[in-house]
């Protein structure tokens, strides 16, 4: 619907499992962001990448890794989770600033809820 | 208000009437605010932004206004409609490709 893509929608995952998050943009952006929402709470920046190298890691627990191939694909591994990181997470695309056509404008995937048992 | 800070948590409006959400910023310095809707089970959707050499900008059923004085935004939906309930949030630019959001103010249309 908007041109950001994520799947699953939905994810339960126990603390112990790994499990992988993806999206894909098709918006011919190259800067693609990970953030996590939480009930009641902004959303939180976490990862950004431009044209697909990791320029802004917002303090994230490293059980928490985010993979970039290309510009439009953007992924995040999970691995020993715990249950308060269940939340909503969403991705993101934009053309960054200071490139050709670029604006401070970010558009959002429909987000993979994730429950942590 | 909301704020990117403080949030109004719900405004109920009729169907028909006109819809102000409001939001407080902080930084005097932000030269770029955003308005997001997030229906239940969606992620945000943009709606339409202003950047701060503006003080008004109009969109579909939509206008944005910008009071750098008081660091106040505010999104008017002309003719609510039902369609409109949602969660609404602002944003402002808080440095190179980073924004800073607003908890949300949950829109309620009643017919």
């Known amino acids: 619907e908007t041109g950001v893509t994520q799947t699953p929608r939905h994810l339960v995952m126990g603390m112990t499992n790994k499990k992988s998050l993806k999206c894909e943009q098709h918006l011919g952006h190259n800067a693609m962001y990970w953030y996590k929402q939480s009930a009641k709470k902004p959303l939180e920046l976490m990862f950004v990448?431009?044209?697909?190298?990791?320029?802004e890691n917002n303090s994230v627990p490293s059980r928490f890794s985010p993979e970039c191939p290309n510009s439009s694909h953007l992924f995040l591994h999970l691995h020993t989770l715990q249950p308060e990181d269940s939340a909503l997470y969403l991705c993101?695309?934009?053309?960054?600033?200071?490139?050709?056509?670029?604006?401070?404008?970010?558009?959002f995937g429909p987000g993979t809820r994730l429950t942590v048992l | 208000g909301e704020s990117v800070g403080l949030h109004l948590p719900t405004l109920s409006v009729q169907e028909g009437d006109n819809s102000i959400i409001n939001c407080a910023y902080s930084n005097s310095a932000s030269d770029y605010f955003i308005w997001y809707k997030q229906e239940s089970g969606k992620g945000p959707q943009f709606i339409i932004d202003?950047?701060?050499?503006?003080d008004k900008r109009q969109g579909q059923r939509v206008t944005v206004l910008l009071n750098k004085t008081v660091k106040h935004l505010s999104l008017q939906i002309a003719a609510t409609q039902p369609g409109d309930s949602a969660v609404y949030f602002c944003a402002e630019k808080a440095g190179f490709q980073k924004l800073v959001f607003g908890t949300g103010t949950r829109l309620l249309v009643s017919p």
């Open positions: 993101a695309s934009s053309q960054p600033p200071a490139s050709q056509g670029g604006t401070d404008t970010q558009y």
């Open positions: 202003i950047r701060s050499n503006m």
């Open positions: 990448y431009n044209f697909k190298e990791q320029t």
